[in-house]
């Protein structure tokens, strides 16, 4: 196991440079017996199981290298997602039947889900593995991207009183929206050199929306923005709850000799894409807040869990399916 993730995380992969990661698993699913199906930013096994089983093959960019020592793995990717990979990959070597997929571009636009949701006509059910340290997390938020440009007015840098500082309001906005929703700045930039109240500031920030709140109304919610100036969403999405596919992935999970645990995704991931076709559930090895840090990690024996519960998800699946 250790070797296989090292081996992973030693490819480089970061969003649109997935082709060598992507070479990688068709040799080493084709080596196990599998029959690969490709499209433009997936790959998948030939399959027509009720059941798909998926993860993403992009990370960020690189911020460190692997390393381990004998309890975690570190490094760029370990967690989010390749971790899951090996997992998937070690199971995939014992023989299993429910269809795999790898989606690209997860970290950015989610071209590869988007992708297989379009074009892949089999199965009803999806695992999305991404880091939830082994929860099943049966409740997805949803979220949208939103950028505020904040208008106010200049005055001499010593008489803030005689101006509108864009700035200050930037910060009424944050505040104002973290009233109302998990809203996270990410990026904020405003002012310049000249000693002069800035009359511009523009904050982006993450939304998440609880997945009984429709996104609708958290649009409505957010209009008290245009007194601040414009803004903008994107990548917006509904939040959800798992149906039969949670059920089963607990099954396997005791089964496995693992306790249960169910736990809410709060970020965006690929099951967003792939909830108006598939009932889809999201659960994996790793800690989700430190993954795109530094200090991304992954307990080794935690990947080995993840590993024995897809194989006894495999028995769920062909006893009740």
Known sequence: MIMLLKKLVEIESPSGSEEEIKNFIEDFLESSGYEIVEGDYFISTKSRSELIVSTHLDTTAVKAPFSTDGVYAYGTGVCDAKA?????????????????????????????????????????????????????????????????????????????????????????????????FKATPLKINGGNDDYVIPDYCRVELDVVIEPEVKLEDALKEIEFLKNYGDYEVSNAYDGFESKEVAKLLEQAVRAA?????????????????????????????????????????????????????????????????
């Open 84 to 180: 899951s990979i090996a997992a998937i990959l070690e199971a995939a070597e014992k023989g299993v039947d429910f269809t795999i997929a790898f989606f690209c571009d997860e970290e950015e636009g989610g071209k590869g889900s988007m992708e297989f949701a379009e074009k892949w006509k089999h199965g009803r059910m999806v695992v999305v593995m991404e880091p939830t340290d082994l929860k099943i997390a049966s409740r997805h938020c949803g979220n949208l991207d939103l950028a505020v440009e904040v208008r106010g007015v200049q005055s001499h840098g010593s008489l803030p009183e005689m101006g509108v500082n864009a700035i200050e309001k930037a910060f009424e906005v944050i505040s104002e929206l973290k009233k109302r």
């Open 257 to 321: 000799g693992i306790d249960v645990e169910y736990t809410v995704m709060p970020s965006w991931t690929d099951a967003l894409n792939l909830k108006s076709r598939y009932d889809v559930v999201v659960w994996g090895p790793g800690e989700l807040h430190l993954c795109h840090t530094v200090r991304e990690r992954v307990r080794l024996k935690d990947v080995e869990i993840a590993r024995d519960v897809l194989i006894k998800l495999n028995e769920v699946i062909k006893q009740k399916i």
